[in-house]
């Protein structure tokens, strides 16, 4: 009830009231092979549904940093408490100030469900950009959308995007993959 609660009060940045189901959060981690991740990175974590899912899949000595603006969801995501989380209580634009503050010069994997479609046009494409620009090479960038309209978005910054369907999700869910070539 509190993420449905949070979202109503909060509904321009979170985009949805729903959090994803578990069939989207599968969907969502299996893009990546985090095998040999050191540095993985969650955009938009909402109460930590997605972050769960990496956690599991993640290796023991890898960093997990999160990005979420929400306090609320915040608290929620510190009682995960886990060693390899880095909750950053602020916007995925400062990216590159908190990679910096923590020592890390690149990211293996970017999971997002940043809902781009109500952010203004140039903070979600300097958000994409920086993203792609701390990746490392052929690392993936993957996005949740419940349309395809910022499809293009990917295609410019990354010059490639893949697209799988979830339909098991409340409202069905598109799952977005770049790579940085
Ligand atoms: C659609 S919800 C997703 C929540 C959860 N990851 C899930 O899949 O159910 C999007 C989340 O992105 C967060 N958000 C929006 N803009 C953000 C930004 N610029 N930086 C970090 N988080 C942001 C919202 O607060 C919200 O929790």
């Known amino acids: 009830m509190s993420f449905i609660t949070e979202s109503i009060k909060n509904i321009k940045t ?12 599968k969907k969502m981690v299996e893009q990546t092979d985090f095998e ?33 603006v929400h306090p609320e969801f915040c608290i929620a995501l510190r009682k995960l408490d886990d060693p390899r989380l880095i909750i950053i209580e602020d916007t995925a634009e400062k990216i590159g100030e908190y990679l910096a503050q923590n020592n890390f010069t690149e990211i293996d994997a970017i999971i997002s469900a ?12 300097r958000i994409v950009e920086a993203c ?3 990746l490392k090479e052929m690392g993936t960038y993957v996005q949740v959308h419940y349309s395809l309209v910022k499809k293009k978005m990917y295609e410019n910054v990354f010059g490639n995007v893949d697209i799988s369907f979830v339909p098991l999700n409340v409202p069905p869910a598109f799952v977005l993959k770049s790579h940085k070539m």
């Not at 979170?14 to 959060?25: H, W």
């Open 36 to 68: 040999d991740a050191k540095v993985i990175v969650e955009l938009g974590a909402g109460d930590g549904v997605i972050t769960k899912h990496i956690l599991k899949k993640m290796p023991k000595d890898a960093t997990l940093m999160v990005f979420e």
């Open 132 to 134: 792609k620009h701390y």
């Open 14 to 25: 979170v985009g949805t009231v729903t959090r994803s189901s578990k069939f989207l959060c």
């Open 114 to 125: 940043i809902p781009f479609v109500v952010v203004p046009e140039a903070e979600s494409y």
